[in-house]
């Protein structure tokens, strides 16, 4: 009885959790429409989660889509089917790879610096000052980074299409010796607009679950640093596991027939 009862209690307690992050998110989005608007903040965001971000998202697509397309290409040289690399790599990196590494690389960043910036907030007794000063931390804090995270998430993920794409095709025109014209031609064949529809969607889906995390997480952090520091690792776990699961969910609705 006593297993029984722990398995109960992390089972209401997972629950419980996950209600106070629904109510987190209908919070934040009850307030995305309402005034004031701080677009100042909102830009300095979309600045803080995109652009300093391409970086990391371009070297990891970069090196994806080479990796992918060698890969690709010992597989399919199994089987007299070499011929189709390049349609390989383009669906996998704008259907999948893209979207999924990009999302993971920015949480990685993103989230982790969310929840940090706000636990400390939150610790130091910041967000209430916020309160007393008569100004929503909703509107303030949340918002401006849940709106620069869903712009923003689209315009990496595009970038990162591109560079896995090309990634692909300098490991096949200069090392496995395809043609450049008929790779990419290939590539503009295989592509199709529901893959880009997907790749976006899922980008902004996953822009929303990373600013989600990060707030919540960050917002409700408590116990001093120790405190802080618990709620940037739950931040980015969440966040991948999250970034994951919606993947997956959008991926068998959108591609499941």
């Known amino acids: 009885m006593n297993f029984l009862a722990t398995i109960g209690r992390v089972f209401v307690a997972a629950l419980a959790d996950i209600g106070d ?40 697509a970069i090196f994806t889509g080479a990796a992918l397309a060698q890969q690709i290409f010992v597989g399919s040289e199994r089987f007299n089917a070499e011929g189709t690399v390049a349609g390989i790599v383009v669906i996998a990196i704008v259907r999948e790879l893209g979207p999924v590494l990009g999302g993971l690389m920015v949480a990685g960043r993103v989230s982790s610096a969310m929840a940090a910036e706000l636990g400390t907030m939150r610790v130091t007794e910041q967000i209430d000052a916020l309160t007393t000063l008569s100004t929503d931390p909703y509107k303030y804090l949340v918002v401006p980074r849940l709106v620069a995270a869903v712009l923003t998430l689209p315009i990496l993920v595009i970038v990162a299409n591109i560079i896995g794409v090309f990634g692909g095709f300098l490991i096949g025109t200069q090392k496995l010796g395809f043609n450049v014209a008929n790779y990419l031609q290939i590539t503009v064949d295989f592509l199709e607009a529901s893959d880009i529809t997907s790749s976006l969607v899922k980008a902004a889906m996953f822009g929303f679950i990373i600013a989600i995390m990060g707030s919540y997480h960050g917002y409700n952090s408590s116990g001093g640093a120790q405190g802080v520091g618990r709620a940037t690792t739950n931040a980015v776990v969440s966040a991948f596991i999250l970034i994951l699961l919606s993947n997956l969910i959008i991926t068998v609705n959108v591609f499941g027939t």
């Open 21 to 60: 992050v629904v109510r987190f998110a209908g919070r934040t989005l009850s307030h995305l429409v309402l005034p004031p608007f701080y677009f100042g903040l909102m830009w300095r965001q979309m600045l803080h989660i995109g652009y300093f971000s391409l970086p990391v998202v371009g070297l990891t």
